[in-house]
């Protein structure tokens, strides 16, 4: 990408539109934001400053990658599960609270203008990084199947936004039997010959890269996946976020805030 292209990245005031439970575990963050830090590819991050909280501050800033982004609108928002004392600061921000955030962080989604049929398979909150490329895929009038993975049906998030831009949004939980790799790659084998797959996008679960590694290699399909990792500066300067990725025939040292967080299925490494 030359110098010309490049997204531009900003640190910006924004202003706290609601910060809701959507379950026991995930709150839905929605911010008022400068339109500048708007120009978002699907499964870039943002890096959000923790506020305050029990006496206490956390200094580094937590990455969170895009769930919604509206330009008309100024709005930003954010899909987050409560896991340590980061996101539960975040957690207690309140309507009208000033926040800061840097962004857009990162290389996101590639998708490229012969695609037809696209999957994506996400878990979780892996869900959240996916629904921008849903949005994308949409646009283009690409046909989009979208396989939501969850413990359990109170655990799924976003259905009724895949399913108003998706042509099919399969649901498989644990408490099923549904989520199983078995079950999941039998589905995938259903769809590459009865409609044929363009493309795979996924997010986060090791399960699925896995699976994904053996079926993009064996039917010759691209896959894409958006990676999570800890990291404390958020653009390519600490090195705190470097794992393994598989080229050829050597292992590479990459920064998933740099040069990820989405990378090729082929190359990335199960942990």
């Known amino acids: 990408m030359n110098n010309k292209n490049r997204i531009k990245i ?8 609601s910060n809701n439970y959507i379950n026991n575990d995930y709150k839905h963050l929605i911010l008022r934001a400068p339109s ?5 590819v699907p499964g870039q991050f943002f890096h959000l400053q923790c506020p305050p909280s029990d006496g206490s501050i956390s200094f580094l ?6 769930y919604q982004f509206n330009k008309k609108e100024n709005q930003i928002e954010f899909l987050y599960k409560l896991h340590g004392k980061g996101t539960r600061a975040i957690s207690n921000l309140q309507k009208n609270n000033i926040f800061n955030i840097v962004g857009p962080l990162g290389k996101g989604f590639v998708v490229e203008e012969n ?18 490329l849903a949005n994308l895929a949409f646009k283009k009038g690409i046909n989009l199947t ?5 413990r359990s049906k109170e655990y799924l998030m976003s259905l009724d936004l895949f399913n108003s831009l998706s042509n099919k949004v399969i649901v498989v939980t644990d408490n099923d039997g549904s989520s199983s790799m078995d079950n999941l790659e039998l589905l995938i084998n259903n769809m590459m010959s009865n409609q044929g797959v363009d493309a795979f996008f996924t997010c986060g679960s090791n399960r699925i890269l896995k699976l994904l590694k053996k079926v993009c290699e064996l039917n010759n399909i691209p896959g894409q996946i958006a990676l ?11 090195f705190c976020c470097v794992r393994p990725f598989e080229i050829g025939d050597k292992i590479i040292q990459k920064r998933v805030c740099k040069e990820g967080p989405v990378f090729r299925v082929s190359e990335a490494l199960p942990w």
């Open 10 to 17: 900003y640190e910006v005031d924004t202003e706290v539109v």
């Open 146 to 150: 979208v396989i939501c993975s969850a």
């Open 61 to 66: 800033r937590r990455p969170m990658s895009v």
């Open 115 to 132: 695609y037809k049929n696209i999957v994506l398979i996400a878990r979780g909150v892996g869900l959240a990084t996916l629904a921008p």
């Open 228 to 238: 999570e990792q800890q990291m404390a500066c958020g653009i390519g300067m600490c």
């Open 36 to 40: 500048k830090a708007l120009d978002i």
